[in-house]
């Protein structure tokens, strides 16, 4: 497969295009349109025939799928696998091309087994996140196959090139895609990997031991449990000198945020780290990767263009935007089985869309999309919330936190004033801050670049030591670390 990816990332965008074109066509004919109750139900009600997509160029034929399309469809036990691809003897009969269905006759048992481990799901994950309901993604064991390779892809992105790497992996032992796609990176490449499942699992002392061991090349994990872990082992003088690659997922990571590791991990004797980020969602199954550039000026995340199409679409009208332009990621996989969405509403407004110009660093050729990311601003989204009236992306306060290089760690806490829900919102804004910073000078640093990024200022900043911080966290207690606490009365 590593063949396949290396020749994939030397092809130019016209070939490029043309095997998408050819794989999404297979994909909507042989295995959506005939396997996907609920995506027949919206070819037909939309009017467009399986054989009316000629190419990426036709997806804007169809309606985008929601987040809220999956939860409903999830939700109702007559249409609970309504996204998953369920083949039978009938529809395969009615849908598939001639020669496709003499080969499977031909195969026999062979076939029937290859068909059955295609498309018979033997493994799942959920979504996370603020939303009430998680959406269970199943996945088939070719779908593994498929993750795994990606896995393989993201080291060759990442730059992971020597097999005697050491790899910790930090990312929480759970149902999650980022801690299976990490370890079936591990897995696919051969690569010596040892995966501590986090804070939950090992505390910080017990994945400090570990990583003084084991001496990593290689760290992988969440931003916020990773610089908790770097901060920590450097106040302890911990020895941690061979790092050189740091790989953050399930969350956004600023410039800031990467300074303030690299920092950390300089003390500790690690002085040429690279420390990159990652790009990955429950719906796509599968994350993508920054190549090792500068941390000031990242080239994006490099997408597979074999394996799925992205579109770059206006969050508002749903116009499909030109190459370069500032939209919403919208996503179809065009390979794959088991839970398949098509036109995917991922939420995230890619600022600088998505380029086909070689990557400046590696001189890859596949599509990568610009590495700013926020959520799209409207109801949908789940992370933006009205406080005071005023409708607050949460994750852009979380952004402009982590990335003041004073805060060492920080909590948003939503409550209503005197706990009466008749009162107003109040927005509390907690930090511990490195030792030696002015705090009447950070607060007013604080208050005035949430002014700036998100047009509003907390009603009080709140200084508490570290450790106190890292206990209303939750950071050894809880799976992911509670950094927006609302209080408010549903
Ligand atoms: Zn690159």
């Known amino acids: 497969m590593k063949s396949v990816w290396n020749g994939l990332a030397r092809t130019d965008r016209a070939d490029l295009r043309r095997l998408q074109d050819e794989r999404l066509v297979q994909h909507v004919r042989e295995r959506l349109y005939p396997f996907s109750a609920h995506y027949r139900r919206v070819f ?8 009316d997509i000629r190419g990426v160029a036709d997806l804007a034929r169809l309606p985008f799928t929601m987040k809220a399309d999956l939860l409903a469809a999830q939700s109702d036990p007559a249409r609970k696998r309504d996204f998953v691809l369920v083949p039978s003897p009938e529809l395969i009969r009615e849908h598939w091309p001639l020669a496709k269905k003499l080969r499977l006759l031909a195969g026999g048992g062979e076939a029937r087994e290859r068909l059955r481990r ?9 979504t996370t996140g603020r939303s009430a309901d998680p959406i269970v993604f ?27 790497a050491r790899i910790v992996n930090m990312f929480p032992f759970a149902p999650h895609l980022a801690f299976w796609q990490a370890t079936w990176a591990g897995f696919e490449t051969g690569c010596m990997m040892l995966s501590t499942g986090g804070g939950k699992v090992m505390g910080t002392a017990g994945n400090l031991r570990i990583l003084e061991r084991v001496q990593p090349t290689v760290l992988i994990g969440t931003p916020g449990f990773v610089y908790h ?37 300089a003390r500790m004797g690690s002085r040429k780290v690279t420390i990159s980020g990652t790009y990955g969602f429950t719906e796509a199954r599968m994350a ?61 407004l890619a600022v600088g869309g998505i380029t086909w110009e070689p990557c400046p660093w590696c001189k890859r050729t596949v599509p990568r999309i610009a590495s700013e990311l926020r959520r799209v601003s409207d109801q949908r989204s789940m992370s ?57 000078a950070c607060e007013k640093k604080v208050r005035q670049e949430l002014l700036i990024g998100v047009e509003i200022a907390p009603n009080v900043v709140e200084f508490k030591t570290t450790p106190e911080m890292l206990e209303v966290l939750g950071m050894e207690t809880e799976m992911k670390e509670k950094r927006f606490l609302d209080r408010r009365p549903k």
């Open 44 to 51: 037909d009600a939309a009017g467009v025939k399986p054989t």
């Open 118 to 126: 295609d498309y018979t799901p033997n493994f799942v994950t959920f």
């Open 138 to 164: 199943a996945y088939t064991p070719y779908d593994i196959q498929i993750l795994a390779e990606v896995g393989a892809r993201m080291f060759d992105v990442h730059g992971i090139q020597d097999p005697l």
């Open 229 to 265: 872990l770097l901060r920590e082992g450097a106040e302890l003088k911990t020895k941690l000198d061979q790092v050189a690659l740091v790989i953050l997922g399930a969350e956004k990571v600023t410039p800031g945020l990467k300074e303030k590791m690299g920092e950390a991990l």
């Open 288 to 348: 993508f990767s920054e190549c090792p550039a500068s941390h000031a000026e990242s080239p994006g995340y490099h997408v597979y263009p074999d394996l799925g199409v992205f579109e770059v679409v206006d969050p508002v009208s749903g116009a499909v935007l030109g190459e370069g332009e500032t939209g919403e990621l919208v996503y179809t996989p065009i390979d794959g089985h088991g839970t398949v969405v098509c036109r995917y509403r991922t939420g995230d």
């Open 384 to 440: 933006l919330t009205k406080i005071k009236g005023t409708l607050v992306d949460l994750s852009s306060m979380g952004s402009v936190l982590s990335n003041t290089p004073e805060i060492e760690e920080w909590q948003v806490v939503l409550q209503k004033k005197n706990d009466d829900p008749h009162e107003l919102d109040e927005l509390i804004v907690r930090l511990s801050v490195r030792s030696g910073t002015d705090r009447a």
